[in-house]
């Protein structure tokens, strides 16, 4: 999981599978706990940036469309 | 033909008949009050921009505005638990945002959509574990883990004093 997009569609397929029962609760809580702790990490970066009185954007939350014609300008250079 | 003062005098009764609670509740009753509605949605539509101006004006009067808080403070603060109690139930955006911004420096504005969207997962996980289990199975897989870190720590160190 590299991104906050990838994140949000495991979590949603942990969901649908808890729902559906075909996943233990005891794993789906350690994976929802994995992923507090990378959603936390995210807000201490979030937070850094914030005191510095910064905006860059970081890549774990920039979306995939954001990040997109950035990569396009990258490859045209 | 009546004397004045027996029309006066009827004038009183019915006027202190009118102040009771039950020609209020009759009137309550009988009133059609869609018909005032339309009546006032007419007036409001016509007199729009004086009833704002004078809306604006009376409640800068001073004292007005507390006079009202103090009025429907009892309100404001059921409205607000009500409202507080839906946004936790249906984890709304705002509710996610004050859990993630609590005991940091943090404001709204600076939480992205995305880690909403995120954070509302975890806690839709995490809720539905807490639904299915019981504090007691919660509490023996937690022993688990606990005695699983231990044996792993014990091994390591038993390892390290071999290498030593």
Same mark, same amino acid.
């Given at each position: ?9 495991q ?6 599978e ?17 992923a ?13 940036? =914030? ?14 469309? =954001? ?11 | 033909?009546?004397?004045v003062?027996?029309?006066k ?33 007419k ?7 004086q ?60 939480i ?53």
């Amino acid at each position: 999981m590299k991104n906050v997009t990838e994140l949000r569609e495991q979590l949603s397929q942990v969901f649908y599978e808890l729902r559906n029962n075909t996943v233990k609760h005891t794993d789906a809580a350690e994976l929802a706990n994995i992923a507090g702790k990378m959603i936390n990490s995210a807000k201490v970066q979030l937070e850094y940036y =914030a005191l510095r009185k910064e905006t860059p954007t970081i890549s774990f939350l920039a979306s995939e469309e =954001a990040l997109l014609p950035r990569k396009a300008k990258n490859e045209s250079k | 033909m009546e004397s004045v003062d027996k029309y006066k005098e009827r004038r009183k009764k019915y006027n202190a008949y009118r102040r009771t609670e039950e020609y209020k509740a009759k009137r309550r009753a009988t009133r059609d009050l869609s018909k005032d509605r339309e009546r006032w949605k007419k007036y409001y539509e016509a007199n729009k921009e004086q009833l704002k101006t004078y809306h604006t004006e009376y409640m800068l009067r001073p004292g007005v505005k507390e006079r009202y808080k103090e009025l429907h403070r009892k309100e404001y603060i059921e409205k607000g638990k009500k409202r507080g109690l839906d946004n936790i139930k249906n984890i709304t955006d705002s509710y996610v945002k004050m859990v993630l911004v609590k005991h940091t420096n943090l404001t709204y504005k600076d939480i992205p959509k995305e880690l909403i969207e995120v954070k509302r997962l975890e806690m839709l996980i995490r809720r539905e574990y807490l639904a299915n289990t019981t504090p007691s199975e919660r509490f023996k897989e937690s022993k688990k883990k606990y005695l699983l870190k231990k044996r792993k720590l014990l091994t390591k160190e038993n390892q390290d004093e071999k290498r030593n």
